[in-house]
């Protein structure tokens, strides 16, 4: 597999599915307004895209949007989008059609030219035609792979282990101002980290031990959790609980880098290493989400976490 870079994705695609089926409150707040039942051509666009995606369903934002997502999924994969024709009078009495009526789709893997980046359409594709817009967004409603899920929250996790390993950093150079040197490549540390045992003056002794348990917790800081394992804690289309890993090469910011496929497992046909994944997954379950755990990882959120290898 050739390496891939994956940018993590805009927030405004964060739509997790299990809030559309448990806020009755936003349910009556729609109904009450009548927003919850979409307008015919909406209807008539979701009715053509479900041919095309089977068991696919959606959820209503207002009588022109909609959401497009699978139960079984983290987030829901776009949203459809249906603008009505806007009318008015000419002078002469006339019925002008400023619009003609559009179908829309919105999605993260849309990235449409005409618009800058910036631009609230950059994610859109659009069509007068229900044919070419069905069409369109059958190809772009895609399922989260893992690559996408795994830069939601890389950010945090490399910011929560820097974190430590700049406290620990921190610790090892104020030990070592203490001790009166600047490094631990100057002679006078070294010469004193090899004599340690011959040293009889307990303060000095004490400074030196303290230096060098600094600088060791830091290198092995440094040397776990650099390249971990992602995993999506989901269920299948048949409510099959599953978990599926992607070995990270590298993180960088908000992109994660990766030259693997990733594996899926199930309890009853578990992989290589199932069971050393499910011990550290039990322990980062039980932990704070986005806190750094040295050497087991870190708890992104109840069903995605960062295991180090």
Known sequence: MTTRYTRRASEIFFREVSNFSTNPKQHQTLRQFGASTPNALLQEFQDALSKKMRGVQFYPKGRNESYVYYPHEKYARGKLWQYESRVRESVSGAVVYEDEARFAVESRTIMNQRYGT?????????????????????????????????????????????????????????????????????????????????????DVKSKVEDVTRYLQEETELRSNGESPMFVYVGQDHHGQQHFDTQRLKELMYSTVVTDEFPVRHYERSPQEGYNDLVGKINVLSMATKGEYITGVGMKADEDMFYVCQ
Do not use: C
Request: proline share 2%; hydrophobic share 40%; no cysteine.
């Open 118 to 202: 910036g631009h609230p359409e950059y994610h859109t594709q659009q069509s007068k035609h229900l044919d070419t817009a069905v069409r369109k967004a059958a190809a772009a409603l895609t399922a989260w792979n893992m690559n996408e899920l795994a830069a939601i929250h890389a950010r945090d996790y490399e910011s929560s282990r820097k974190d430590q390993i700049n406290k620990v950093n921190h610790k090892a150079r104020e030990a070592m101002s203490n001790l009166g040197v600047g490094s631990q490549a100057t002679p006078a540390f070294v010469t004193l980290k090899n004599m340690l045992h011959q040293i009889t003056d307990l």
